[in-house]
């Protein structure tokens, strides 16, 4: 059974670091590509970063460029995602998502974890 | 960026009703749209890729239309655990998959 759990969330001081682990088990890890994805307490799912299966592409949100560090650990079966200078608009339930690929147009994100909360506050 | 707008923002709906929501694509997207449900305090679920196909488990109820700019999820007779929060998700560009805002559906 495919497994995302992630963990590392908190409350921190606007300015603050925090980092995100998603622990996976249940498929290949080193096989696909991962994302996070976010969503501010009552609003929609904001895309926030992707990296490659080797760890060798990686894309941000501008919101978070400069800030975010996406990083996987192959042999971990795990997913981080490093923030920093962390702000109110990035609280957030962080979610940990695989991504399929399966021909044309067969693109989307399969399995999810069950999130956790960051909250930005003073 | 290529953005999403889905329409309604909300609804509000009988069981058995059929439901229509709409996804529009700033520019043309194939038929790169996938649809998501979420409900309260759980991750989302897909429910729709490729804009018509329905995921594996997902009931027959629901199903998905369009392609270019223009999209449709439809679910023909709603039930009880269908009340949530649908969203539509572009992977023209992906891996920047931008979502729409979400549609609330609600209990009449």
């Known amino acids: 059974e495919v497994q995302l759990v992630e963990s590392g969330g908190g409350l921190v001081q606007p300015g603050g670091s925090l980092r995100l682990s998603c622990a996976a088990s249940?498929?290949?890890?080193?096989?696909?590509?991962m994302n996070w994805v976010r969503q501010a307490p009552g609003k929609g799912l904001e895309w926030v970063s992707y990296?490659?299966?080797?760890?060798?592409?990686?894309y941000y949100a501008d919101s978070v460029k400069g800030r975010f560090t996406i990083s996987r650990d192959n042999a971990k079966n795990s997913l981080y995602l490093q923030m920093n200078s962390l702000r109110a608009e990035d609280t957030a339930v962080y979610y940990c998502?695989?991504?399929?690929?399966?021909?044309?147009?067969?693109?989307?994100?399969?399995?999810w974890g069950q999130g956790t909360l960051v909250t930005v506050s003073s | 960026d290529i953005q999403m707008t889905q329409s309604p923002s909300s609804l509000s709906a009988s069981v058995g009703d059929r439901v229509t929501i709409t996804c529009r694509a700033s520019?043309?997207?194939?038929?790169?749209l996938n649809w998501y449900q979420q409900k309260p305090g759980k991750a989302p679920k897909l429910l729709i890729y490729a804009a018509s196909s329905l995921q594996s488990g997902v009931p027959s109820r629901f199903s998905g239309s369009g392609s270019g700019t223009d999209f449709t999820l439809t679910i023909s007779s709603l039930q009880p655990e269908d009340f949530a929060t649908y969203y539509c998700?572009?992977?023209?560009?992906?891996?920047?998959?931008?979502f729409g805002q979400g549609t609330r559906l609600e209990i009449k």
């Open positions: 249940g498929f290949t890890f080193s096989s696909y590509e």
């Open positions: 990296i490659s299966s080797s760890g060798s592409t990686i």
């Open positions: 998700q572009q992977s023209y560009s992906t891996p920047r998959g931008t």
């Open positions: 998502a695989r991504s399929y690929y399966g021909g044309k147009a067969i693109n989307y994100f399969d399995y």
């Open positions: 520019q043309s997207i194939s038929s790169y």
